[in-house]
């Protein structure tokens, strides 16, 4: 039991397994009993249930749907425009534009919502193209720090090897770093899946998971809303897992 208190301790799988098991069973009791009372803050299990009983009646899965679509959506053009921008950051013409768009990460939803909704009038392209433009000032951010974390030694070997400055670009920098860039794909992805929720209620014409949460807290039902919040994090999760197992089977040598 000591062991289990000292920093540092190294502990097998199985007691790992069981520490987790043990917090898990911890709060569920807390929950339990927090909400055992007639007044009480946070939703009980079997109000929290009834959301999911009513959030299912309601089309749950179509929206989970929805969302995942348009998640990987933006995704998968925030990561082309943010490669785009990455890779030509070492060029210096045209360096300025990537360090650019970086700053951008700075700026609020709720302004840049509005010039969007000038340009492009149908719901779905907004909030694609919302997201986009977020994850794209994140994604090059990164993708930037990555390429300026490649050791000099890397680029003095390919030089050694009589490579063109534009076959180390493409040696040291897009191959020999992609198994990174699909690490900061997993990392951003949080952030995509969080905004995704939120664009979701402000531009709620497609549905999707932001609509339901929109919904229900129209009607204080608190129950659906920790329903929704369960869902989100479990598939968000379940992304990040997902990910980060494809990342190791295919770059086995990648040790991150």
């Known amino acids: 039991m000591i062991k289990f208190l ?13 520490i987790l098991v043990l917090w898990i069973v911890l709060l569920i009791a807390i929950w339990f009993i927090g909400t055992s009372g007639t007044k009480h803050l946070f939703p009980s299990p ?3 249930f009834s959301g999911f009983t009513a959030l299912y009646n309601e089309g749950l899965v179509e929206h989970i749907f929805n969302s995942l679509k348009l998640c990987f959506l933006s995704i998968f053009l925030a ?3 943010s490669m785009l921008l990455a890779y030509s950051w070492p060029i210096p013409a ?3 534009v990537s360090e650019f768009i970086t700053k951008f990460r700075f700026l609020p939803f709720t302004g840049l919502s509005f010039y969007v909704a000038l340009l492009v009038h149908d719901a779905r392209n907004m909030q694609v193209w919302i997201l986009v433009i977020f ?8 993708l930037i720090a990555v390429i300026k974390d490649i050791p000099e030694e890397e680029f003095d070997h390919a030089k050694t090897l009589k490579c ?3 076959e180390v670009l493409w040696q040291v920098i ?3 770093r992609i198994d990174y860039v699909i690490d900061v794909i997993r990392q951003n992805l949080a ?3 969080m905004m995704l929720v939120t664009v979701e209620s402000i531009v709620v014409a497609s549905g999707g998971l932001g609509f339901l949460i929109k919904n229900s807290d129209k009607f204080m039902n608190h129950g659906r809303i920790i329903a929704l919040q369960i869902i989100i994090l479990l598939i968000g999760l379940g992304l990040d897992s997902g990910i980060n197992f494809l990342r190791k089977a295919i770059f086995r040598y990648s040790k991150i």
């Not at 994850?135 to 990164?142: E, G, H, R, V, Y």
């Open 164 to 166: 063109s400055r534009w």
């Open 79 to 81: 990561v082309v425009i």
């Open 191 to 193: 952030i995509a899946w």
């Open 46 to 48: 079997a109000q929290v």
């Open 94 to 96: 045209l360096k300025p």
């Open 135 to 142: 994850l794209t000032t994140f994604l090059t951010t990164s």
């Open 6 to 18: 000292t920093p540092f301790e190294k502990i097998s799988k199985s007691n790992k397994t069981i």
């Open 174 to 176: 897009i191959l020999g």
